[in-house]
């Protein structure tokens, strides 16, 4: 069995939470997660998660989407510290991207706000400034409903990579 997860199943409730929750904000996702210990394997957590993940609703999906800083920013309004290190090494292409790519982030992040009530979030892994962008103007054409559904996609994608960072600390 994997060391962490193996510590983890042994871990106090309390830092098994904070563990979760690092690797995904929403509460009600990372107390199910905590009570479903012992965990048999890597797979058998990672199914879990997208089993629990798939059980939430929009306030869980809020509450998790509030963790992540806005794309070109440092860290969300209540990110834990592992998780802001986890955005910024996410993010690290915004830091280098044009100005221009930067200033037109900025703006869509706002209109993105406006429009859905909630941070634009995107599985940063692996893409550039400029296909965020792109991706932010696509999803600016979708009715909230949708926009929620793949936010809560994209949280998903994100919390996966996540355990996958956390496992291998």
Same mark, same amino acid.
């Given at each position: ?26 509460? =009600? ?10 965990? /048999? ?32 920013? =440092? @860290? ?5 510290? @592992?998780?802001?290190?986890?955005? #910024? ?13 930067? /200033? ?16 634009? *979030? ?16 696509? #999803? ?15 949280? #998903?994608? *994100? ?5 996958? @960072?956390?496992?291998?600390?």
């Amino acid at each position: 069995m994997n060391a962490v997860l193996a510590a983890w199943n042994a871990a106090g409730e309390a830092e098994a939470l904070e563990a979760m929750l690092a690797c995904c904000g929403a509460t =009600r996702w990372a107390k199910a997660m905590v009570a479903l210990r012992p965990v /048999a394997g890597v797979i058998e957590l990672s199914t879990a998660a997208d089993r629990e993940w798939s059980r939430m609703g929009e306030s869980d999906w809020l509450e998790a989407f509030a963790c992540h800083p806005r794309i070109g920013e =440092r @860290k969300g309004a209540t990110a834990s510290a @592992k998780s802001a290190a986890w955005s #910024r090494q996410e993010q690290g292409s915004a830091e280098n991207a044009a100005e221009r790519v930067l /200033a037109e982030l900025a703006e869509g992040n706002t209109e993105y706000e406006q429009r859905f009530g909630f941070t634009y *979030i995107v599985c940063a892994t692996g893409k550039s400034a400029d296909e965020m962008l792109a991706i932010l103007r696509r #999803r600016l054409k979708n009715d909230r409903i949708a926009e929620l559904r793949e936010a809560a996609e994209q949280q #998903r994608q *994100i919390l996966q990579i996540r355990l996958g @960072k956390w496992l291998v600390e």
